[in-house]
């Protein structure tokens, strides 16, 4: 019973550590009314209802990058 557990933990332990797990994702903000994402500086999402999540995360829910603050550009 020990090795699942301590197989599992491990994982948790390499996902929880930045830089273990491979490249980070950037994080971005989702306005989910207009299905676009941008960055925590732009001045859309100042009085819009957001939520935070990955750039992968938002492009797998068919969200589009603002135009204007063009996140993730550097990808």
Known sequence: MRTPIACLLAVFILLAVPGCSGRRHANVLVIL?????????????????TRLMTITEARALNCEPCPGCAPGSAD
């Open 33 to 49: 009314k207009t299905k676009s994402y941008h960055t925590d500086r732009c001045p859309r999402v100042r009085m819009a209802n």
